[in-house]
């Protein structure tokens, strides 16, 4: 062990082996130092340098190439000691934070929904099982949430490795593996897409993409290790995301009183399309990081059941009255803006729930983001809401 009383030696004094981003983020060093062997294996590095000196071998019995891999080893260890050391520092100073698991009966918790995967009597864990074994591109399937809806019994992620289909011959073919009556609501995506995304942080990504939540998986390729990105940097983005693209929706809406107050009830129902497109195009990209290319209202909905049920109930699927409101609101973008003479017509009272329903979205939507954003990074285990058991 290094004498106290003696002048540290020259090298010892030398500045950090660790670069730059490594210094600004440690647990990048403790990833790579575990991704070069198991646990075991480095057990064993670590013995063979025992062994080659404390037991008074030294080198004498060791090839060449083992000193070489003995060196690379020390070299890990030292980076992991220099990890370590700027991580306790963060440690002491109160400014690293270890998540804990708060007991169910304890005040103030928030729980995840449950969800019951039984095999018995379950055709949606048969039809991921299905299709996944029937169709080579898919590598991995993510179970989102069950849904007690007409036109949907469930939201699952599929990742994609080598696909070669488009995305719509690909549901199309995974659609068949479900039962007719109760298809399922899909999202699919490439494995390294999504495991890019992981590793930069991102809010939808990192609450499915979870070993509870897989249901169907080809081992073809590995869910990245966590990279710790800070929360507050990915909420920020998000924040960003949602504001740019939010920031609009009031002005719409202030478009579309001022055409319903000068008689102009198509051009008031344009711009409530627009409110609606852009409310909910804020809440997909700044979430997902992702929204479907259409202006087709239905589809934008149908997309944040992957994030919430609660917006898609101020349409509601079974309601013919509500239908009927969001076929007209949808023809609006079309028939309205390129100017349509004698093709859409809209009642005064179908205008004003309109006003009431888009308006209803926006407050959803708005509450639902700002959900998601403070739950990120504390509720790990929750991929879709949160039930809180405080009254």
Known sequence: MLDRQNPQPAWMNRTFTLSLPEVQNPFQVLQDFFMQDDLYGLRESLWEIIKSTVTGNYNRELDRSTRGDMVFFYERVEKLIEATYLLNKLWKGKKLQWSTTVGPEEEGEEVCEEESDELEDNPVIYGIIDSGAAIPAIDKVFLVKYHSRKDYAASLLYLTYNNEM????????IQKHFDGELPVNICIRSAGEVYNALKEGHLFY???CRPERLKYNSHRTSLPPNNYVPAEVVRQKAHDNFEKI????????????????????ALAAFSLHQAAEH???GLLVSVMEAAPHTHNLNTLIKATLFITEDIATIFREDAATDIALLQLLNQSYKKSRYNFPGE???????LNTLFEKVSAMENVIKRTF???????????????RTISTIN
């Open 166 to 173: 488009s995305h719509v011959d690909l549901e199309r073919e």
């Open 246 to 265: 939010f920031s609009v929706v009031s002005d719409f809406r202030e478009g579309a009183a001022y055409y319903r107050r000068n008689n102009k009830p």
């Open 370 to 384: 700002a959900e998601i954003v403070s739950q990120f990074g504390q509720l790990l285990y929750c991929p879709y």
């Open 279 to 281: 409310s909910l195009r």
């Open 344 to 350: 859409y017509h809209i009642s005064d009272n179908d």
């Open 206 to 208: 990192e609450r499915v």
